[in-house]
């Protein structure tokens, strides 16, 4: 079956008016809403309602309190969000490649050699690959005397159960910068790759209101847009915006290579459609067997649709063929 077209969801609603801001401790049916940031001008300290300590470094005094935040690994991720921040506030990292912390060293960020060394901190940004993110939480999660601890990882799940069973005094919320290259590693850090570009924020068990507001208030100095939603939405999602494509562009970069001779001549709708092909192959392997799950029925639905329009060239239905493709259509549309 053709899905609906988007548009037909969309008739008759009216907007509705979004709160300013939104903290974990509210709960309800709805598992996605939007945090307007704006107004959040002065990040605050996670340990109370005054200031921060006077940053040290390279925090630059722009008319905001800097405050202390810790980034633990320095990937193209964590690179890119203390590059960001680094401006105005004092900002630490940590990774356990040597090649990574030199790098960044080099390029003015303050280094520590041990990963609890982050602390203390108001915030630490745990930015590792997603197999580490949890024990980077434990080891930090004892010694966190109030930090916020955000992780920066793909999946939301493993994150949410452990939070649930983390010491009652520590702060935890979830975080998915929704942007990124083929790229890796430090030399591919960018602080403006958050720019304009979607931080989703998912409360656990350990998100208080003020956790929540240091999140959100991150995400905002690094040029992004908030988004909260629950674990299990998020990891559904991702199953069908992330995995499911970078299935789908490798199903077409291997098909791809029945092209040869021309293979190398292929123009920009080849080369755009299979660039997830090009993510490192441990991080696309991460990504797929760390939500398998959902993974396999976003990969079902990509074999579905592909069955349909098969069975519709087969058939001659240039009528369905040319449905399906006006539908695909309408969805791509609501990305613009």
């Given at each position: 079956m053709v899905p609906r077209r988007a548009d037909r969801a969309r008739r008759g609603r009216r907007r509705r008016r979004r709160p300013a801001c939104r903290g974990a401790s509210q709960s309800g049916p709805r598992a996605l809403r939007r945090i307007p940031i704006a107004q959040l001008r002065q990040l605050p300290s996670a340990h109370g309602c005054g200031p921060a300590r006077r940053a040290r470094g390279r925090a630059h005094r722009t008319g905001r309190h800097a405050v202390r935040i810790g980034v633990a690994g320095l990937g193209l991720i964590g690179g890119s969000l203390a590059l960001a921040l680094r401006g105005t506030h004092e900002v630490t990292g940590y990774d356990t490649d040597e090649r990574a912390r030199a790098a960044a060293k080099a390029d003015g960020i303050r280094i520590v050699t041990r990963l609890d060394e982050?602390?203390?901190?108001?915030?630490?940004?745990?930015?590792?690959?997603?197999?580490?993110?949890?024990?980077?939480?434990?080891?930090?999660?004892?010694h966190s005397d109030g930090a916020v601890l955000i992780d920066t990882g793909s999946l939301k799940r493993a994150v949410a159960e452990y939070a649930a069973r983390a010491?009652?005094?520590?702060?935890?919320?979830?975080?998915?910068?929704?942007?990124?290259?083929?790229?890796?590693?430090?030399?591919a850090a960018d602080p403006s790759l958050f720019r304009g570009r979607a931080f989703l924020l998912v409360p656990t068990a350990r998100s208080d209101d003020a956790a929540m507001t240091v999140a959100g208030a991150i995400a905002g100095e690094i040029g992004a847009v908030v988004t909260v939603c629950s674990a299990d939405v998020h990891d559904r999602a991702m199953a069908r915006l992330v995995a499911g494509p970078l299935a789908a562009a490798a199903a077409l970069a291997v098909a791809g290579a029945q092209a040869e001779p021309l293979l190398r001549s292929a123009g920009p709708g080849f080369r755009d459609s299979t660039r997830l092909a090009d993510t490192p192959a441990d991080l696309a392997t991460d990504l797929l067997f760390g939500n398998s799950a959902d993974a396999a029925a976003a990969i079902g639905s990509i074999v579905e649709g592909l069955t349909q329009l098969r069975d519709a060239l087969e058939r001659g239905d240039r009528e369905y063929a040319r449905s399906f493709l006006r539908a695909a259509r309408s969805v791509r549309s609501e990305l613009s």
């Open positions: 982050l602390l203390p901190a108001d915030a630490v940004l745990v930015a590792t690959p997603i197999p580490a993110i949890v024990p980077a939480l434990e080891r930090l999660a004892p010491p009652a005094a520590t702060r935890i919320v979830g975080g998915h910068p929704m942007a990124g290259t083929t790229s890796a590693g430090f030399s």
